[in-house]
């Protein structure tokens, strides 16, 4: 009984699988990314910051009550007053101000895109990289398992003297380096595996099967310049930076109207003389602006200004940049793996059958098996490589433009 309860717990635990295709894979990301529920939460702050500034009124109403006592001829009388007292803008900064955070809302919301325009992206090369993973790990298993079918035959081969051992030492060899390789890419495997079971939310236990990747377009897309100015109507970051500034502009207009004009403070009062008339009236100052004319919030305004700015001019260059960089891989990548796929890759592929079935007829020697083969599988797992470095480019460039992969070659740089 022992027995069977230690096996029992040395068993791993049972897990489900989930078959996920990329659009599947992209849309449970932005449901559930915690970067994109951020973002989203990040616009209550500029929302509260316009309703508050909506209003011309600087600050709160004050509410005073005063009693005081009266002494007249030897007699005691106590008079009550109560006041209302509101400072106003009259030069409208409270409206300028809102319409600042009103520009901040919009970058908010704008970098609210930006964070799906980056857990898209995450979610794509997490998809690509475990199905590349699992077809890596599908070869590697392949060439294990003849590789121990080999070593099988030379065993029987160097019992019956038709081979030396040297010959079944190099089948014994190779057999044991594919199955290393074997349970590397299923270690691989399996963590790619985690790494999108993350990105998708999925519970402990449920492992991620990807459906096939969508074929690269065997067009190019149009050249850095159409992409950038694509790039730069497209971009939600850059729209960010954008607003960001004209909000910051719109802020030194605003601290520039406190610090030179005057506001009014209206007040009404009420109140009683004790054992005689009631009291109405109301009272209207002026707050001048003659010591403290706003330097303070005026020198802040301007260095956010100043750093808004230069913000937009880094996202620009960070865009051009990106874009650059992306494309160059992208068109590099690819032509490398049409080139891989028509000349090395079939070549590859035929030479792996071709060496099968002349083992089996004995026109080669177990060497040459355990070369050719390891070559053409070689050739394949380069192939795999070589691809995913494609679908990475393809998925970074289009993230860079900020379209879907699929619209990537039909983008025109004008706005959509």
């Given at each position: 009984m022992l027995a069977v309860v230690l096996a029992a717990a040395l068993l791993p635990a049972p897990q489900d699988t989930v078959s996920v295709s990329l659009t599947d894979a992209?849309?449970?990301?932005?449901?559930?990314?915690?970067?994109?529920?951020?973002?989203?939460?990040?616009?209550?702050?500029?929302?509260?910051?316009?309703?508050?500034?909506?209003?011309?009124?600087?600050?709160?109403?004050?509410?005073?009550?005063?009693?005081?006592?009266?002494?007249?001829?030897?007699?005691?009388?106590?008079?009550?007053?109560?006041?209302?007292?509101?400072?106003?803008?009259?030069?409208?900064?409270?409206?300028?101000?809102?319409?600042?955070?009103?520009?901040?809302?919009?970058?908010?919301?704008?970098?609210?895109?930006?964070?799906?325009?980056?857990?898209?992206?995450e979610a794509r090369l997490a998809f690509s990289t475990l199905a590349l993973a699992e077809r890596r790990a599908a070869l590697v298993d392949s060439a294990a398992r003849f590789g121990e079918r080999l070593a099988a035959v030379t065993r029987r081969q160097l019992d019956a003297g038709a081979i030396n051992l040297l010959e079944h030492n190099a089948a014994v060899l190779d057999a044991a380096r594919q199955r290393s390789a074997a349970e590397r890419a299923r270690a691989e495997r399996t963590a790619t595996g985690a790494d999108l079971a993350r990105v998708l939310a999925l519970g402990a236990g449920t492992v991620p099967r990807p459906e096939p990747l969508p074929p690269l377009s065997n067009r190019e897309p149009p050249g850095p310049d159409a992409l950038l100015r694509a790039a730069l109507a497209r971009r939600p970051d850059?729209?960010?930076?954008?607003?960001?500034?004209?909000?910051?502009?719109?802020?030194?207009?605003?601290?520039g109207l406190d610090g030179w004009i005057p506001s009014l403070q209206l007040g009404l009062v009420s109140g009683r003389e004790e054992g005689s008339d009631d009291l109405f009236g109301f009272t209207i100052g002026v707050s001048v602006p003659l010591f403290r004319r706003n330097q303070a919030a005026?020198?802040?305004?301007?260095?956010?200004?100043?750093?808004?700015?230069?913000?937009?001019?880094?996202?620009r260059r960070a865009i051009q940049a990106d874009v650059e960089a992306a494309f160059a891989r992208y068109v590099l990548a690819r032509r490398a793996e049409r080139r891989f796929a028509e000349e090395v890759l079939r070549a590859a592929t035929e030479n792996v059958t071709l060496t099968e079935r002349a083992f089996a007829e004995g026109k080669v020697g177990i060497a040459d098996v355990v070369v050719l083969r390891s070559t053409a599988v070689a050739a394949q797992l380069e192939y795999l490589e070589v691809l995913a470095d494609a679908y990475e480019g393809w998925f970074r460039l289009a993230a860079a433009v900020g379209v879907a992969p699929d619209e990537l070659n039909d983008v025109t740089g004008e706005q959509p």
């Open positions: 992209v849309r449970r990301a932005l449901d559930l990314s915690p970067i994109v529920a951020a973002a989203r939460g990040a616009v209550a702050a500029p929302r509260g910051e316009r309703s508050q500034a909506i209003w011309p009124f600087p600050v709160n109403p004050t509410l005073e009550f005063a009693r005081l006592r009266r002494t007249s001829g030897g007699a005691t009388t106590y008079d009550r007053e109560l006041a209302l007292v509101q400072d106003v803008e009259i030069a409208g900064q409270g409206f300028v101000r809102a319409g600042a955070a009103g520009k901040r809302v919009r970058a908010a919301e704008a970098l609210v895109a930006d964070a799906e325009r980056l857990a898209a992206l850059y729209s960010a930076a954008e607003w960001e500034a004209r909000g910051a502009r719109q802020d030194v207009t605003a601290t005026r020198g802040a305004a301007a260095a956010r200004r100043s750093a808004a700015d230069a913000g937009l001019e880094a996202v």
